[in-house]
C-alpha cells in the first residue's frame, strides 16, 4: 500500500503564489510518475502536471509559464510551485502516484482559494 500526504494548501490573493506538496509512504516502487490533479463542484478532476522518476514534466496548457513542478526521489515527495495564482486555479488539488503496473494512489486533497 501506498498513502499519500498533501501540504500547502489554503488562502492567497490573485497573483500569489503557493507550493504544494506531496510525500508517498509505504511501498513505493523507484519507477512511478507523480502528479497533481486538480478539481472544482460539478467538473471533472483535470491533470494539472506530472513528472516522471527521471524528471521529465508534463504540464496543461493552462498552467505553463506559471507553475512548476518538482520532485525529491529520496524523499519520495512531488511538489507544485504555483505562481501568478488566478480565481480560474481555485480547485481542490489531488497528488496521484501511478506505479509501473496496477491502480494509481490519490492523496485526500488539498483546498487552494484564489481570492479577486
Known amino acids: 500500500q501506498v498513502q499519500l500526504v498533501e501540504s500547502g494548501g489554503g488562502l492567497v490573493q490573485a497573483g500569489g503564489s503557493l507550493r504544494l506538496s506531496c510525500a508517498a509512504s509505504?511501498?513505493?516502487?523507484?519507477?512511478?510518475?507523480m502528479g497533481w490533479y486538480r478539481q472544482v463542484p460539478g467538473k471533472q478532476r483535470e491533470m494539472v502536471a506530472s513528472?516522471?522518476?527521471?524528471?521529465?514534466?508534463t504540464y496543461v496548457d493552462s498552467v505553463k509559464g506559471r507553475f512548476l513542478i518538482s520532485r525529491d526521489n529520496a524523499k519520495s515527495t512531488v511538489y507544485l510551485q504555483m505562481y501568478s495564482l488566478n480565481a480560474e486555479d481555485t480547485a481542490v488539488y489531488f497528488c496521484?502516484?501511478?506505479?509501473?503496473?496496477?491502480?494509481?494512489?490519490w492523496g485526500q486533497g488539498t483546498q487552494v482559494t484564489v481570492s479577486s
Open positions: 513528472i516522471t522518476a527521471g524528471g521529465r514534466t
Open positions: 509505504g511501498s513505493i516502487s523507484g519507477i512511478n510518475v
Open positions: 496521484i502516484l501511478r506505479p509501473p503496473t496496477g491502480m494509481p494512489y
